[in-house]
């Protein structure tokens, strides 16, 4: 499976979860606290622009320079669901066999009552960069940290699946 519609959606993962972590007097999950949790995302829930590209050639892997995918997903802890996960790329440099885009996501949980966001650049192919977790509001406001993602078992065709690791600094 490509990458690309992964990494978008991946990118909604790079925000945290709510559930079990430890959190400081300021609202924000102490150093050093690991959350995973699965976003799952729709085919119907994810679309990519390449300009006057066919939009095939997009999920091929050759995306052109400021093809914007965008979408959302539902995010899960221990196969319950906890929110939602919204989530933009951009292509920014061309490679050989890849390229590089800036990512944008942000997890609404609780209702809207609490948001985690994050951002940083995503390869379509091979390996995962980190992201930086950005911010938070409500019970994650001034939160900070990385999160890597994976591919999560179970993605087909019509449902990606990825494992959001975060790291609180």
């Known amino acids: 499976m490509k990458r690309l519609p992964v990494v978008l ?27 995973t949790f699965e976003v799952r995302i729709k085919a ?16 091929r ?6 093809s914007v995918g965008a979408g959302s997903g539902t995010v899960y802890v221990n196969g319950e669901r906890k929110g939602t996960a919204v989530f933009a790329n951009i292509t920014g440099k061309k490679l050989k066999k890849d390229t590089v ?18 951002q940083g650049a995503t390869l379509s192919e091979g390996s995962s960069l980190p992201y930086s977790v950005t911010g938070g509001t ?13 591919d ?18």
């Open 44 to 59: 119907k829930d994810f679309a990519i622009n390449c300009g006057n590209k066919p939009q095939p050639a997009c999920f």
């Open 152 to 169: 999560a078992p179970g993605s087909t065709n019509q449902e990606f699946r990825i494992n959001v690791t975060v790291t609180f600094l």
């Open 101 to 118: 885009d800036l990512f944008f996501a942000t997890l609404v949980l609780n209702g809207g009552a609490d948001t985690i966001s994050a």
């Open 9 to 35: 959606a991946v990118g909604v993962a790079a925000v945290l979860m709510v559930v079990g972590w430890v959190v400081t007097a300021s609202g924000a999950p102490s150093p050093g606290t690991v959350q």
């Open 138 to 150: 409500g019970a994650y406001a001034g939160a900070r940290g990385t999160v890597v993602d994976s």
């Open 61 to 66: 892997g050759k995306p052109r320079l400021a």
